[in-house]
């Protein structure tokens, strides 16, 4: 029940996000008109089409984003016509005609033109919901999230709509008040006219951008009143966080208690293995401030992360603090030790490493992120929590104040640390990141755009559009798509994506027999230059030798729209999910 006042709550918050700007002026093209025949109908068909759509999206994999890409080109035609209807009555007419004639033969007892007002309102309301992508903010991420988890479900979609029901309640709330200024502006300035000419330029000038991707581009830059604070505060203070994963379900208290009868350390007996480090107990780190850092050497979250968690484990190590690294797999080569423990040299890690492949430890945490950083005081209480990257300076301000805590406390190490990281440790830059985390592998792939969709589980041949939207991509070749990766049958077998972003990188395997597989990397169809990432060279060559993330661009110059392509000159090449920074 909780969950489910959750999703109304994020979908009503979703007013103050930047990304209901693009639907406003179609959603207020009608304001000046009753709302229960015009706002109400079109909430509704709005709210019902967004939740559908997103529900089939789960379930359905690569296919719909080609269907959905139907439907905006319809819903565009749609909202086209309602800006000329607004501009030319004598055009509006015309266009109701059709409706006039349905209505008639729906009803002999309802008004002709009433019921031509709701079945336009309804229609537009589809085009809308069509249109409708909003922000992934912490309440909406955790839906999916779950989706992802556990499948898609008739809970899933019933939530969905919920969260949809949210946005529409607070489109009512500012269309009711909206109709009763343009009814003011009315009497007063008798103005009609112009209100419906305003309104018709407006929703033309909002039909042009987003048929040209400028409201993307546009809303990625703009940070107006962003409710994802208001949402992680919604969840902290309203949602237990649960981890759902396959036969179990657990709970975990708030931060700052215990989350078991002793102490929460005792999880760590769930690992599979341990590196640099016998097996540790709750018995041996008591007294002891411990950091809990999960993490997986292919996520680029984690390797970002990384550079702070080594740091804080030599400048503390002697002042009582234990850095525990949970590697807790996303996919399944993260579970091999052998590739773990060379990982962990490559990556300069000295301290304990617990393997966490049976997720035992993850879900006593409840923990649903990578990275994320636990702070943990001498009597095994949870202090504090941090997900994903950043606040790096809090962190070790909580670092200190909990050794201070301690008996006998000795003096610290002063300041803050300065970390300088290289390569895929570096730093992202966020303020060009417009393209997502993608997976290669049917399960949670998204965008595909190669023609005829994934043919799951065999090899098949494919080939890459003649062009690629934003973030859309494709394979070209002779490929066997499995459910977390595709690999590559026959040579010369290529991988396109069209990205916006400063680095590039993405998850790869060499051959299953373990052979190495050489590679060249292209953007907009050249070498990269001095724009190759540290795994590339200057003619974009480069070999898979093992598993792991492939920072394959790394860009110098102006951030733009670029085409990503990479050619496997070997056969067996295993991929697996590209990221960006």
């Not at 055009?91 to 031509?116: H, I, K, N």
């Not at 590196?275 to 780190?285: E, G, M, V």
């Not at 969709?453 to 499995?482: M, R, T, V």
Request: neutral net charge; charged residues 15%.
């Amino acid at each position: 029940m909780v969950l489910f006042v959750l999703a109304y709550l994020g979908g009503v918050l979703t007013i103050l996000s930047p990304c209901i700007l693009p639907i406003l002026p179609f959603t207020f093209a009608r304001a000046d008109q009753p709302f229960r025949k015009t706002g109400l109908p079109l909430l509704l068909s709005m709210a019902i089409t967004f939740a559908a759509v997103a529900s089939i999206a789960v379930a359905g994999g690569s296919w719909l984003v080609r269907a959905n890409q139907y439907g905006r080109i319809a819903a565009l035609i749609v909202f086209a016509l309602l800006g000329l209807s607004l501009l030319w009555p004598a055009f509006a007419e015309r266009l109701s005609r059709p409706f006039v004639r349905l209505g008639s033969r729906l009803t002999q007892s309802a008004s002709t033109d009433s019921r031509s007002i709701v079945w336009q309102s309804l229609l537009l309301g589809v085009a809308t919901g069509l249109l409708w992508a909003p922000c992934a903010g912490p309440i909406l991420g955790l839906i999916l999230t779950g989706a992802a988890l556990q499948g898609a479900s008739a809970h899933t979609s019933v939530l969905l709509l919920i969260y949809a029901a949210g946005a529409a309640t607070s489109l009512a709330v500012a269309l009711l008040a909206g109709g009763r200024v343009f009814a003011a502006m009315k009497r007063s300035l008798g103005a009609e006219e112009w209100v419906r000419r305003i309104l018709g330029v407006a929703v033309l000038a909002a039909v042009i951008a987003v048929a040209f991707g400028l409201d993307r581009g546009i809303l990625t830059r703009i940070s107006l009143a962003s409710t994802s604070g208001v949402e992680q505060k919604l969840l902290d203070r309203l949602h237990p966080k649960v981890l759902r994963i396959p036969d179990q379900t657990l709970t975990i208290t708030d931060t700052g208690e215990t989350l078991t009868d002793s102490s929460v350390l005792s999880s760590l007996s769930g690992a599979t293995a341990w590196i640099n480090s016998p097996p540790l107990t709750a018995d041996q780190l008591k007294g002891k401030v411990v950091v809990i850092d999960f993490w997986t050497y292919s996520c680029i979250n984690c390797l970002r992360a990384l550079p702070y968690t080594r740091a804080w484990a030599e400048k503390y190590k002697n002042s009582g603090l234990v850095v525990i690294g949970v590697h807790t797999p996303e996919f399944p080569f993260e579970k091999d030790l052998s590739n773990v423990q060379k990982a962990v040299r490559d990556l300069g890690i000295t301290y304990p490493v617990a393997l966490d492949n049976n997720y035992s430890i993850w879900t006593a945490f409840s923990n649903e992120y990578w990275p994320a950083h636990y702070f943990i005081d001498v009597n095994g209480k949870v202090r504090y929590h941090h997900f994903g990257e950043g606040e790096y300076d809090q962190s070790e301000q909580w670092i200190q104040e909990l050794l201070k805590e301690r008996p006998n406390e000795q003096s610290l190490p002063g300041g803050i640390v300065n970390v300088s990281a290289q390569g895929a440790e570096a730093a992202p830059d966020t303020s060009e990141v417009q393209s997502p985390e993608t997976y290669v592998g049917y399960e949670r792939a998204q965008n595909f755009a190669s023609p005829g969709g994934f043919k799951q589980n065999k090899a098949s041949l494919y080939i890459i559009p003649a062009s690629l939207e934003l973030n859309q991509w494709g394979l070209a070749g002779n490929w066997i798509d499995h459910d977390q990766t595709a690999v590559l049958v026959s040579p010369q077998g290529k991988i396109a994506f069209r990205f916006h972003a400063r680095d590039l990188h993405l998850v790869l395997g060499p051959t299953a027999d373990g052979k190495p597989v050489r590679f060249r990397v292209t953007i907009d169809g050249h070498a990269p230059g001095e724009n190759h990432g540290v795994d590339t060279d200057e003619q974009g060559n480069g070999v898979v030798t093992e598993h792991r993330l492939y920072q394959l661009v790394r860009q110098k110059g102006t951030i733009m729209d670029r085409v990503f392509e990479i050619e496997f000159l070997d056969p067996g090449a295993q991929a697996f999910a590209f990221t960006f920074g």
